[in-house]
């Protein structure tokens, strides 16, 4: 959650200074919009996520144990769609999935909505490298006195 929150805030500060410098107005809308549509592709794909993994997950017969309060199925990860040699990268991909489209769709709504410009995977990420940057340097002290 760490990750997605920092992700969260680098996507405000970026719509934010893109709005002022493309004078789009309403600056403060456009950054809550980009908020709530990246928490809402984020919780979507989580969702997503999971109906991938139980979809292909073979033990699909487990019964809840009334008596115990546990779940009886097996989690041996001996079966499944994250099961062998390539299940380690399949999990990586779903942990980093719920950070990278919704990223993906911010880009291209400020891109096509807030800017109004045609598609292009060169312009998507215009101004991060400047944002980043920008981050960078609001850490820097000045020895002026």
Partial sequence: MIIGGLIAILIAVWVYRTAVEAETGHALYWVAGSFVLFLGVQ??????????????????????????????????????????????????????????????????????????QAFSFKGLFDGLKETLVSIKDSFSTSSES
């Fill in 43 to 116: 919780v979507a794909m989580i969702y997503f996520n999971v109906m991938i993994i139980e979809t292909f997950d073979q033990d699909s017969t487990a019964e809840y144990d009334s008596a115990g309060g546990l779940n009886a199925r097996d989690n041996s990860d001996t079966a499944g769609i994250q099961s062998g040699p390539g299940g380690t990268f399949i999990g990586i991909l779903f942990e980093f999935l719920p950070f990278i489209v919704p990223f993906f769709v911010v880009a291209i709504i400020r891109q096509m909505l807030m800017l109004k």
